[in-house]
Each structure stands twice: as C-alpha cells, then as structure tokens.
C-alpha cells in the first residue's frame, strides 16, 4: 500500500449555457426525465447502445446505461422542483478528483421556456474542462429543442 500527498492547487471553473424552447415549462421540464435518452447523448449509435436516463426523485441518478448491464452515474438528483430547477451532483464519470454541482433552471419567457445550465465545478480541473461541458450541455439542449419543436 501507498499513500501521497499531491501537491496541486484545487481550480474551480463554470460552465454556463441556455437555451430557449418553444413549448410550455411543464412539458419542458417533463421531458428531461421522461426522454433523456432522446435529447442527452454522444452519437446515433450511442444513443441506443448507451441510453442516458435520469430518475425524478431526490437521490435519482442521471446516468448512462452500459451495454454490460453496467452504468456510468454522471450525478445525483440533489434538488427538484417541479417545472423550476433541477441540481445534480457528482462527478460526471470523471477520472480526476472533482465535484461538480449542476443547477438546471426553466424558466418562462415570451418565446416559451428558457432552459438554463449552471455547471460549476472544483477539484483537479484541467484547462478547456469547463469549455467541453459548456458545448456538451448546449448540444443536448439543441437536441431538446429540436424534439419538442418538431
């Protein structure tokens, strides 16, 4: 056995994005859960073979589903309010020592509903980290929009 003391310097970082989407709050905030699998994923291909799904329940994980029978838990479910915010905690599968905190917020606007990521994050944060969660959350986002707006 081994132990040792890293010498690092902890980073905090922040990914923020939003996006606007043409459909009532409640039905919005309904599909985060219910069609996760439709809107959160990498590819075509890993959108069957590794299905994202996210529990509406405090302590729900929003994970991936492996095709081992496994899974990758991205976060917790830490918060809920019903057609307002989310907040997930955990570690996005990260290999690093980080936790992050993501506070999803849906709000109305004249246009429909403005989905909002807080994605903030601290540990061993390497440069560009905060970047690729910010096009990743804003892709998934895209991909909301485009299922509830067609």
Not at 102 to 122: A, K, P
């Amino acid at each position: 056995m081994t132990t040792k003391l890293m010498e690092q310097n902890a980073r905090i970082a922040q990914a923020q994005t939003e996006i606007t989407i043409n459909a009532p709050r409640e039905t919005v905030f309904a599909a985060w859960f219910e069609h996760t699998a439709d809107w959160f994923y990498h590819s075509e291909e890993t959108k069957t073979s590794h299905p994202t799904i996210c529990e509406k329940r405090i302590g729900g994980r929003f994970y991936t589903a492996l095709p081992d029978e496994g899974f990758n838990v991205l976060g917790e479910l830490t918060m809920i309010k019903p057609n307002n915010k989310i907040r997930i905690r955990g570690d996005c599968t990260m290999p690093l020592a980080v936790l992050m905190n993501i506070t999803v917020s849906f709000e109305d606007t004249d246009e429909g509903t403005r989905v909002n990521i807080d994605h903030r994050m601290s540990g061993e944060v390497s440069e560009g980290m905060a970047e690729e969660f910010e096009a990743g959350w804003l892709d998934g986002l895209e991909k909301l929009k485009g299922l509830l707006e067609a």
